[in-house]
């Protein structure tokens, strides 16, 4: 009879097993009111068990505890920031919490919900606790989890606070991807209104002026605040919450996107930095040595070709036509105009434009636009009448 109470003994040590973090006593209100858009502060009271702590901050560059943390998620339509907490007792390279401590937030509605609404939003506290004494041990972190009510009521405030001015902002999606191409950067993108939301305040006021994420926007991004008739390029289906921020490629793909801002600038930078680009030169196109690259047949460059103009079908002139590269200008072309003997008679400007050399201010100060024929070239000026043909031999 034996192997049946040892078996039960040890069923009965497993059920009393119990991680010391549920025994943290948690308190918070039991309703938080605010205006949509706005915040409302609140208190949190933590009280740890008897010979146990937990981590507050780090005391110096040798702490590596976890710290303890408190979030809602994004998904709630809230944001909650740290405004304060306990100072703690320092214990080695760390500062912990015996005790009870008082942490006070700020939690901010993002314009995501309707007047009058009434929420449950889960409170989640992420800690690491450890025991004291002989027995000092570390336990595993663990969350805890508590709803606070949140009643979205009053009048809709408006303030004076208005959005960032010192980065260079563009203000319309093509210039954005314009800059982004001429860059080769990537666009942060913005969707953010601080006359009316609290968090907006937050991400505009207190994070964006921070020197290291100041510096990452203003050099490796192209910076893009987004008018309200532009928020389809967000890719956005429903109801959303600002500040809303996205990552733009120079192709216009849309890579990444946030709501809410974090509670500290680095949080932020460490967002964005898989997405920062310094700025580059952009390439010079590149331009073919040998020939002009028309539609479907290439024009070879350096050499003469005798040409013949006719004028509302009567004969006009014969001549030669020679097609050079413009150094001075990569992309271009010189075209000349050669006598019999090989003078030059006249020089002009050369681009292409749809698979068609434009030779610029030909004749009366009218364009001529070559393009391919089954022999070689043919050029119009249409306003004249006039016809060229080259043979390409």
Not at 62 to 72: E, F, M, Q
Not at 116 to 122: E, I, N, T
Not at 322 to 350: A, C, K, M
Request: hydrophobic share 35%.
């Amino acid at each position: 009879m034996r192997t049946p109470v040892f078996f039960l003994a040890l069923f009965t040590t497993l059920a009393a097993y119990e991680h010391p973090a549920q025994q943290i006593t948690l308190g918070i209100p039991d309703e938080v009111t605010m205006p949509r858009g706005r915040s409302g502060e609140f208190y949190l009271s933590l009280e740890v068990p008897k010979k146990h702590h937990i981590y507050l901050k780090h005391a110096n560059k040798n702490g590596h505890a976890i710290l303890t943390t408190v979030t809602v998620p994004a998904e709630s339509g809230f944001q909650l920031i740290e405004t304060k907490r306990p100072a703690g007792v320092k214990s080695g390279d760390e500062f912990v919490l015996r005790g009870k401590g008082m942490f006070l937030f700020e939690l901010s509605e993002l314009a995501m919900h309707n007047d009058g609404a009434d929420v449950s939003v889960p409170v989640r506290i992420r800690v690491q606790i450890c025991g004291e004494g002989e027995s000092s041990i570390c336990y595993m972190p663990t969350t805890l989890e508590k709803n606070i009510r949140v009643r979205v009521a009053g009048p809709q405030v408006r303030t004076r606070d208005l959005p960032d001015a010192t980065l260079p902002w563009v203000d319309n999606y093509a210039a954005a991807i314009d800059a982004a191409k001429l860059k080769n950067q990537n666009v942060f993108a913005l969707i953010s209104d601080p006359s009316y939301c609290g968090a907006c305040v937050h991400l505009e006021k207190k994070l964006i002026p921070d020197a290291a994420l100041n510096n990452m926007l203003k050099n490796r991004f192209v910076t893009y605040r987004v008018p309200e008739k532009e928020y389809y390029k967000a890719n956005i289906s429903g109801s959303f919450g600002i500040p809303y921020y996205f990552i733009i490629s120079p192709e216009g793909k849309n890579l990444q996107k946030w709501m809410g801002a974090p509670q500290i600038a680095s949080q932020l930078v460490a967002r964005l930095e898989p997405y920062a680009k310094e700025q580059t030169a952009p390439q010079p196109p590149s331009v073919p040595t040998d020939a002009i690259p028309l539609a479907s047949c290439k024009v070879p460059l350096k050499q003469s070709f005798a040409y013949q103009a006719t004028q509302k079908g009567d004969f006009q002139s014969s001549g030669n036509m020679r097609f050079v590269l413009n150094q001075s200008s990569p992309g271009t072309y010189t075209v000349l105009t050669l006598d019999r003997t090989g003078e030059i008679e006249g020089s002009y400007n050369g681009r292409l434009a749809a698979g068609k050399l434009v030779v610029e201010r030909y004749l009366g100060g009218r364009d001529l636009q070559f393009e391919c024929s089954p022999y070689g070239i043919t050029g119009k000026v249409p306003e004249q009448s006039l016809s060229l043909s080259i043979e390409l031999r």
